[in-house]
Each structure stands twice: as structure tokens, then as C-alpha cells.
């Protein structure tokens, strides 16, 4: 039985690589999670508009964006 239910991630200095691409590996790991029926949740001190492309590619269920003040989810 899967008893995570929520994954939340940094996304500078943790997801994303020095150059702030993601790799092939981390969107195959996404995939595989959402697989899982697990819930990804990105926490950033980025602003909504500066993840934007990393929302693009990876698709979470919540953005928790501008550390913290602001939460978008269901998106």
C-alpha cells in the first residue's frame, strides 16, 4: 500500500540543474509518480510567473510560490 500522498519540492538548488533546465531523468521521475496516484507540490521563493516553465513541463498539483505567500492548486 502507497503512504505518500504529497511530495513537495524546491525547485532552485534542489530540482533543477545549475544551468535551471530540467533533465530528462526528473520529468521520467515525475511521470513515474503520478503513475503512483502521488500528489507533487512545488514550494518556491520564486514568484507564479518566474516557475511558470517549470509548471509547463512537470505539471504539479499545487505551486506554492513568493515563499510562501501565495498557494495555487488544481491548476
Request: hydrophobic share 40%; aromatic share 8%; with cysteine.
Amino acid at each position: 500500500m502507497n503512504t505518500i500522498k504529497l511530495i513537495v519540492t524546491d525547485l532552485d538548488d534542489t530540482l533543477l540543474r545549475r544551468d535551471k533546465s530540467i533533465s530528462d531523468y526528473t520529468v521520467d521521475v515525475f511521470r513515474r509518480i503520478r503513475e503512483s496516484n502521488v500528489l507533487i507540490a512545488f514550494a518556491t521563493a520564486r514568484s507564479y510567473e518566474s516557475s511558470q516553465r517549470f509548471r509547463d513541463v512537470l505539471n504539479p498539483d499545487a505551486d506554492i510560490v513568493t515563499g510562501g505567500c501565495l498557494v495555487f492548486a488544481g491548476m
